[in-house]
């Protein structure tokens, strides 16, 4: 044999020992590349209704009452309310009665009584009943909260 | 004797040809079309040596003035890297190709569009830069951040660079897919426009996954959410940069909804992983029910040839969506426990679904009224039951793309703060908390360590021998230890910031490990994006627009 046959052989065994070494280096030898394994039968289904978020008429907010509850005992009731207010306009929080506002996502920039300036997750402040609060989100999206006490 | 030395060069022969395998080169956005941001290649990079010296090799800058093209001389894109010479689009509307190594080390290979030119080009440029008139989308514009992949498969060129950008010859910046050729610079083709600025889309920070000789890339909200946009994904061939008339989709038959924020990543057998963006529910105000085709605020698997949606796995409905746009891209591929596409939402949550095979796939356990969904394989922290019924899902700027390496994922997230909480005591989350989790552990010992990134807001990281990379916000580059090659530095409650009249284990929760920070490097801006690894060299791109080499 030609010492450019025994090359080419070289070659081509290099190449074939390259190629096996690649194929033993790659993790698809030692499993299938992309196993379906049973659907989990673990998770538990919870029907629950998602409160509505209802259009605020003439504003970038959305409102949803998550929770209403009588207190006979004061004469009241508490609430438990969310605003998503867009980016852009500022929104006039509806404050009616005391209110606890927690600001639960996003950034808005906010002109209360008590606080001004932007605001992130997990402020809180308190408003008295018909104060005047406005938020501007500075966000995308804001979420605030608004816990009241309702006296009847 | 000659048989001695023939064995001997066909085992060095042998052993380059197994060393192939695995690129040294960052071909991509997070390494490949997997996005594992990992560099399985890499020996000079070595924990001990990074400790010991890593530091500035070389500082390239956007030119001040017109030299710089547009008025924003900043990087939000990504750089990759293919044979010593780092790619990346600035939003200035330049793309560099800049040397790494050598005496002409941080100096410009070739600029796309050329400072100088006669005559237009064959894509019709001569030396504008690629930017869009109006609508540049959050810091994803004018110009380009949209990270380049680097393909073969180009008829005619050895290698080709694939990015998204506007044009602006056409409409002030209609958004086109854009071929150039690596070694010159030169235009190869541009795409058929897949986002018109007449829209509301543009190209954002899509970049292209390479397979199938396409490149597949998505279209985000040109002003975001105001208005959203409809989210479509693009097949764009290689060849010729036509546009796959037999891949289709589109997120949604509503107003909008579903932009492709991300980078679409492959799967093992060829199919596309894909997160997307918010529902038309909050940013369009006529838009008051759920649009009977909603693959918004999703994860999905495509079928490669048709874009059809193998699974879906959408853990906020559509009721609940405040703004938690999918926006970090997924990683997709192999581990120990089979074949996982992983991702963080907005909203701080991990998910990691099966990829599996064929489809399509639904789970009734995960799905709801008019939906066909799929169950994570786990998600992070653990959740009961999905989709949601209740929380608070907004925009909490969880976006970065995670990191993978063997079971190992690093990635930004909300954490057990989420949805525990110990009585009296606010929950503690932060968007700088990197998370290593162990995809393939029970859910109780998932959290391998915690570490809170110096900065604000971090960016992505990647990993090689062991050692983690992130730019942050702070001025620095950092390179962290995983605990499996150093001891950590210290421990921390696996839910960080419990008081410390409570102990860990007593609440619930346990101990463990803070990696050691192996170097900390002065560098110019913040590191949105990737760090990318090559050849023994760390390239980061930052938003003060300098491309920064650096070495042990």
């Not at chain 2, 925009?395 to 949805?419: E, H, I, K, S």
């Amino acid at each position: 044999m030609t010492a450019s046959g025994i090359n080419r052989r070289l070659l081509v065994a290099a190449t074939v020992v390259g190629l096996a070494a690649c194929r033993r280096a790659g993790p698809s030898t030692t499993q299938q590349r992309e196993p379906t394994p049973p659907e989990r039968a673990d998770i538990p289904k919870i029907a629950r209704q998602i409160p509505p978020r209802e259009a605020i008429a003439g504003s970038n907010a959305r409102m949803a009452l998550l929770y209403s509850h009588a207190i006979p005992g004061m004469n009241a009731r508490v609430e438990v309310r969310e605003y998503y207010v867009s980016e852009g306009a500022a929104f006039p929080v509806p404050v009616a009665s005391e209110t606890l506002l927690e600001v639960l996502g996003g950034v808005f920039d906010v002109q209360a009584v008590a606080l001004k300036g932007e605001q992130l997750k997990g402020t809180i402040w308190a408003v008295q009943p018909n104060e005047r609060v406005v938020v501007r989100t500075t966000s995308q999206m804001a979420v605030l909260r608004a816990v009241s006490i309702i006296r009847q | 004797m000659r048989r001695p030395l023939a064995l001997l060069c066909l085992l060095v022969v042998a052993s380059l040809a197994a060393g192939a395998c695995a690129s040294n080169d960052w071909n991509a956005y997070g390494y490949d079309s997997k996005h594992f941001s990992k560099q399985p290649s890499e020996s000079a990079l070595t924990p001990s040596a990074v400790q010991a010296s890593l530091h500035v090799n070389f500082d390239f800058v956007i030119p001040s003035g017109t030299a710089g093209g547009g008025s924003v001389h900043s990087f939000t894109a990504s750089p990759s890297v293919y044979n010593n010479v780092a790619y990346v689009g600035g939003l200035n509307g330049i793309f560099y190709a800049i040397f790494g190594t050598g005496s002409s080390k941080g100096t410009v290979k070739w600029q796309y569009p050329p400072a100088t030119a006669a005559a237009a080009d064959g894509c019709g440029i001569t030396t504008q830069p690629l930017v869009i008139a109006t609508g540049s989308g959050n810091p994803s514009g004018p110009g380009i951040s949209s990270s380049a992949a680097i393909v073969s498969g180009v008829p005619g060129h050895t290698r080709a660079v694939i990015f998204g950008a506007p044009d602006p010859t056409s409409n002030g910046g209609d958004g086109r897919v854009w071929a150039l050729d690596a070694d010159t610079g030169q235009c190869i083709w541009k795409s058929a426009v897949i986002a018109p600025t007449s829209g509301t889309a543009k190209i954002g920070y899509s970049s292209p996954a390479i397979a199938h000789g396409r490149a597949y890339i998505g279209v985000s909200a040109k002003h975001p959410d105001n208005p959203i946009t409809i989210g479509h994904l693009f097949a764009v061939n290689l060849a010729d940069g036509s546009l796959d008339p037999a891949f289709s989709f589109t997120a949604t038959n509503g107003p909008g909804g579903g932009g492709i924020w991300s980078s679409p990543a492959i799967t093992p057998s060829g199919n596309v992983v894909v997160t997307s963006g918010n529902s038309c529910h909050n940013s369009i105000p006529s838009c008051a029910s759920e649009p009977s085709v909603n693959l918004s605020l999703s994860m999905m698997k495509l079928d490669y040839t048709n874009g059809n949606v193998l699974w879906q796995l959408q853990p906020v409905p559509f009721a609940l969506d405040a703004d938690p746009d999918w926006a970090a891209p997924p990683s997709v591929g192999q581990v120990s426990c089979g074949s996982l596409a992983m991702s963080v939402q907005k909203d701080g949550y991990v998910y990691a679904a099966d990829i599996k095979t064929g489809g399509p796939f639904s789970n009734p356990a995960c799905s709801s009224a008019g939906h066909s969904l799929e169950c994570p394989r786990w998600s992070f922290p653990h959740v009961a039951s999905l989709p949601f019924t209740g929380g608070t899902h907004t925009d909490t700027r969880w976006l970065r793309m995670p990191a993978v390496d063997g079971d190992r994922l690093y990635v930004y997230a909300g954490g057990p703060a989420l949805d525990e909480s110990v009585p009296g005591h606010p929950a503690s989350t932060s968007i700088r908390r990197m998370y290593s989790l162990d995809v393939c552990a029970a859910d109780a010992n998932r959290i391998r360590w915690i570490l809170d990134v110096p900065g604000f807001a971090p960016g992505a990281p990647s990993t090689a021998n062991g050692v983690i990379y992130i730019g942050s916000d702070d001025g620095h580059l950092y390179a962290y230890g995983d605990t499996s090659i150093l001891p950590p530095a210290s421990s921390v409650c696996s839910y960080p910031g419990l008081p410390a009249d409570l102990s860990c284990s007593g609440a619930g929760f346990q101990p463990v490990g803070v990696p050691v920070q192996l170097k900390a490097v002065t560098i110019s801006g913040s590191v949105p994006g990737v760090p990318a690894i090559s050849n023994g060299q760390v390239y980061i791109a930052t938003t003060a627009g300098h491309l920064i080499g650096l070495t042990p």
